[in-house]
Nanobody, 120 residues
Framework: DVQLVESGGGLVQPGGSLRLSCTASGDSISAYQMAWFRRRLENGREGVAY???????DYTYSVAGRFTISKDNAKNTLYLQMNNLRVEDTAVYHCAADRLRFNLGSGYRFWGQGTQVTVS
């Protein structure tokens, strides 16, 4: 099993940038499918960005071109670079991992506790 801990959230002005990190322990993420989700007050959980074990990526429409998902296998860490942030990006962001492919669906087995991103 893998344990996930997010960091890097905070308060940023519209148009600003943040980089979220998701540090894994207990297993190597190199063979896992990884994703970032967010939960906003007015919506349910939403898949934001997906990275498969072969390096393929997918993004939800609202963040494509602004967010970039990546990972460093040596550091066992997943990242989400968020640029040109908007007020509507305000949410709690969670990373998720599974050996099965769920893309932006929410069937992942392993989840982090989340980190708050506030754009205001």
């Amino acid at each position: 099993d893998v344990q996930l801990v997010e960091s890097g959230g905070g308060l940023v002005q519209p148009g600003g940038s943040l980089r979220l990190s998701c540090t894994a322990s207990g297993d190597s993420i190199s063979a896992y499918q990884m994703a970032w989700f967010r939960r906003r007050l007015e919506n349910g959980r939403e898949g934001v960005a997906y990275l498969d074990s072969d390096g393929g990526t997918d993004y939800t429409y609202s963040v494509a071109g602004r967010f970039t998902i990546s990972k460093d296998n040596a550091k066992n860490t997943l990242y989400l670079q968020m640029n040109n942030l908007r007020v509507e990006d305000t949410a709690v962001y969670h990373c998720a991992a599974d050996r099965l492919r769920f893309n932006l669906g929410s069937g992942y087995r392993f989840w982090g506790q989340g980190t708050q991103v506030t754009v205001s």
